[in-house]
């Protein structure tokens, strides 16, 4: 067997070493890129992907066995990973981890002696080897037979006997007539032609990309996908949930697409055999979350993103991609087609600058009333006497109304009205939440449960007032003098269960719903007749650098799919947002927010990448943390260490920091160097979130 290094990418993080990992070729000389392989890994054996020649070195431990089929992994989805792990700061293995089913991909993954045992082997590996013909074993129990005789490892590996077998089929299913559409197989629907026309265009030159702003948008969707298909290209449809991927799904099935589902609500199993299904695919329609842009179909393809700012498009393990930037790379030989209710600041500037074409549907205007708070008469209460009089008028006339609340629960915190302390986590030192039903306090950090004190912690005042108010407050606040009065949140939903059986008797029946913007994707179904939005400076005001942009896409999304007329209470009527929403257009308030994030070096002129470092070393922590400040790179600057709070019972510190640079590439020249070398000492974490969607 050859002694030729192959690099190998596991599911490790970057700390474990690098970006792949070397092995001798062993068990799998001249396999191609994208093959599944068993590697030994300490005392442990692990699958993982081959990618390719490694960097030759001394004392490399051979590959154990090769996966079939070769490749297990077609490699341009490998291409695609990688490029991943490298924009985004992460192995190469963990980016596989989420491109594909991986537990899936290995699930019953055993080891097994193909050939007959070879006389010239010594007798422990001949022992080892007849134990493994005889019964497949498991990687975790095969790990335990070198333990005693680990000689025999890299002796079976350079014999070439052991292969690795998994417990489903293997074999990728070959593209069937049925799924080459051809020109003219699909028909397009009344007023899509304009939207094909300039689809079409993106594909045949640049720019590739097209923003499609309104709502709704499916029917653009459905004539993409017309136009793409009418070129036999593949179409990946990528939404922010579940909800949303079978929403479209259903509507394409009906128009007569070929659609492939691929997201998180499929079983283990059915996921892999639709990812190993799709491999080479041309003329098909991939429906599904965020993890469907690595979908195996055949190049070039449409690759089409709903709502793209929304927190669904944002992987939450490593790497922490946004689905349209990777989206965005994959399209270079293809198109992309990002679709929303009002773009994101970056996304309009595209479009000033010629890199994204931009169609705008007809779309109804959002209907927007003020309530000044300045001038209440009922400051104390949670919600203003003219927002709750006309919930009450709604609610009593057999109509829907509903008011959006920007937390669950009963109030943010439990503070004194003598002296205006709150009271606070004595592990994590934040604000707890307090429950009225329970009257308990509970600390959204470290999950602590503490009983509501009668008196102030600091100077003993018997004044405590709820501060702030969640779902739960305003539905009792409501109570007083409305009819059929619910709640919608995460909480309730949780306990209830099935999200549409819990709306159905506000459907059916009216009343007022109180909910926080868990409802947004239901507005559409709703039929309402008033949206309030309480506590709005909340938003306006958030501490963040896109908090005017985020406060104008919930506004207009709560006015356009929810169809109703938007009562805001606010402090401050003259906020940009309320006159962007009430103004015939946005561009005035793209320039404007244009203007200062150039000025102060916010995106899209500038990259953000946030970092945390934690451990249980007070010193540990602070060194790795003085270590990535110190760093310098052309155009890089790093802002920080913040302190973060410990969680009960972890007994760690943490430390945030924020790196800001050109672009992704000079994010990860400063911090790859951290995050793989000796800077980080045993017992501290990195963690590293390029363009966080909250900073």
């Not at 074409?357 to 001038?375: E, H, M, Q, W, Y």
């Not at 909480?491 to 059986?501: E, H, I, N, Q």
């Not at 942009?549 to 003259?574: K, N, S």
């Amino acid at each position: 067997m050859s002694a030729d290094p192959l690099a190998v990418a596991l599911d490790l993080p970057l700390r474990a070493g690098d970006a792949s990992f070397t092995f001798a070729a062993g068990a799998a000389a001249g396999v191609p890129r994208g093959t599944g392989v068993v590697v030994p890994f300490g005392a442990r054996l692990l699958p993982g992907i081959v990618l390719g020649p490694g960097e030759p070195r001394p004392g490399l431990r051979p590959v154990l066995a090769r996966v079939e089929p070769t490749p297990l992994v077609p490699a341009p989805v490998v291409d695609l990973a990688e490029w991943t792990a490298r924009e985004y700061v992460s192995s190469t293995g963990e980016a596989l981890a989420v491109a594909v089913p991986w537990d899936a991909l290995w699930s019953g993954l055993r080891l097994w002696c193909r050939d007959r045992v070879a006389d010239a082997l010594s007798p422990p590996a001949r022992a080892i080897a007849g134990r493994i013909a005889a019964r497949p074993q498991p990687l975790s129990r095969a790990a335990r037979l070198f333990v005693d005789a680990p000689e025999a490892l890299a002796e079976l590996a350079e014999a070439g006997v052991l292969s690795a077998i998994v417990g489903a089929p293997s074999v990728w299913r070959a593209p069937t007539a049925a799924a080459r559409v051809e020109a003219g197989d699909v028909a397009p629907g009344p007023g899509e032609e304009a939207v094909r026309a300039v689809v079409a265009e993106a594909m045949a030159a640049d720019p590739h990309a097209v923003l499609v702003v309104g709502w709704p948008r499916t029917a653009a969707y459905l004539a993409a996908a017309r136009a793409a298909l009418a070129s036999r290209w593949a179409v990946a449809a990528l939404f922010p949930s579940v909800d949303a991927a079978e929403g479209f799904a259903a509507a394409a099935a009906a128009a007569g697409l070929p659609v492939h589902r691929l997201h998180a609500g499929l079983a283990p199993a059915a996921r892999l055999a639709a990812w190993r299904g799709l491999a080479g695919m041309r003329g098909v329609v991939v429906v599904g979350t965020r993890a469907a842009v690595f979908a195996p179909a055949a190049d070039p393809l449409l690759l089409i993103v709903d709502d793209e700012d929304a927190s669904g498009h944002k992987e939450e393990r490593a790497p922490r991609f946004l689905t349209a930037a990777v989206a965005a790379h994959r399209a270079r030989d293809g198109a992309l087609l990002v679709g929303a209710t009002t773009p994101t600041v970056a996304r309009f500037a595209e479009t000033q600058t010629g890199a994204c074409r931009l169609i705008a549907l007809p779309t109804r205007r959002p209907r927007v009333g003020v309530i000044d708070l300045r001038r209440r008469p009922d400051p104390a209460e949670p919600i203003s006497r003219a927002a709750r009089e006309a919930v009450r008028r709604v609610a009593r006339a057999g109509g829907r109304a509903l008011v959006v609340a920007d937390r669950k629960g009963y109030a943010a915190a439990l503070h004194c009205a003598e002296c205006g302390a709150v009271e606070r986590c004595p592990s994590c030192g934040v604000a707890m939440v307090y429950d009225r039903a329970s009257r308990r306090l509970g600390c959204r950090l470290c999950g602590r449960r503490l009983p509501a004190p009668d008196r102030c912690a600091r100077c003993g005042g018997v004044r405590l007032r709820p501060l702030g108010a969640g779902t739960e407050r305003l539905a009792a606040v409501l109570r007083r003098s409305a009819p059929r009065v619910m709640r919608f949140d995460a909480d309730a939903v949780a306990r209830g269960g099935d999200a549409d059986a819990m709306l159905a008797p506000f459907r059916a029946r009216g009343g007022a719903l109180v909910a926080t913007t868990y409802v947004l994707p239901y507005l559409p179904s709703l039929h309402l007749d008033l949206i309030v939005l309480t506590a709005a400076d909340r938003w306006l005001h958030r501490p963040e650098y896109r908090a005017a942009e985020r406060a104008l896409a919930l506004l207009r999304t709560l006015g356009i799919t929810g169809g109703a007329q938007v009562l805001v209470e606010t402090a401050d009527p003259e906020h940009p947002v309320l006159r962007a929403v009430l103004a015939p257009g946005l561009r005035t308030f793209y320039d404007e927010e244009l203007t200062l994030r150039r000025q102060l070096g916010f995106p899209p002129y500038r990259v953000l990448a946030a970092v945390t470092i934690s451990g249980r070393s007070v010193a540990s922590v602070d060194s790795v943390a003085a270590h990535l400040a110190a760093a310098r790179a052309a155009g890089v600057e790093v802002l920080g260490p913040a302190l973060l709070r410990a969680r009960a019972g972890a007994r760690e510190v943490g430390r945030a920091l924020v790196v800001r640079a050109p672009d992704r590439t000079a994010v990860r020249e400063v911090l790859w160097p951290v995050v793989t070398g000796a800077a980080v000492p045993p017992g501290v974490r990195v963690a590293v979130d390029v363009e966080p969607i909250e900073l």
